[in-house]
Nanobody
Framework: QVQLVESGGGSVQAGGSLRLSCENA?????MGWFRQAPGKEREGVAT???????RYADSVKGRFTISRDSAKDTLYLQMNSLKPEDTGTYYC????????????????????WGQGTQVTVSS
């Protein structure tokens, strides 16, 4: 059983930065960050494959960077130039389901989830 633990959320003003961390991020076929705003469906933000290939939602390209430290079993999400629309609960996820390779940024193939960390961006 994989237990993912997120940290690093908080409240910032627009234009600010935050770095999210996800512990116990053991190597999986895919790992990723997802977010959910109140009243909205969970959406993919960024994913990274075992080969290091990264994918980003169009809304965060150029602002967010996903990375991992295999030695520390930790996944990161560096978020810069934050906007109010980035507000939501951010979840770390992992999966051994290879469907993640073609269902890019879709939460469906992911079977391990963290508890979530809140990110609030004020204007």
């Amino acid at each position: 059983q994989v237990q993912l633990v997120e940290s690093g959320g908080g409240s910032v003003q627009a234009g600010g930065s935050l770095r999210l961390s996800c512990e116990n991020a053991h190597s999986s076929v895919c790992m990723g960050w997802f977010r959910q705003a109140p009243g909205k469906e969970r959406e993919g933000v960024a994913t990274i494959g075992r080969d290091g290939l990264t994918r980003y939602a169009d809304s965060v390209k150029g602002r967010f960077t996903i990375s991992r430290d295999s030695a520390k079993d930790t996944l990161y999400l560096q978020m810069n130039s934050l906007k109010p629309e980035d507000t939501g609960t951010y979840y770390c996820a992992a999966t051994s389901n290879r469907a993640c390779l073609w269902e890019v940024l879709a939460p469906g193939p992911y079977n391990y989830w963290g508890q979530g960390t809140q990110v609030t961006v004020s204007s």
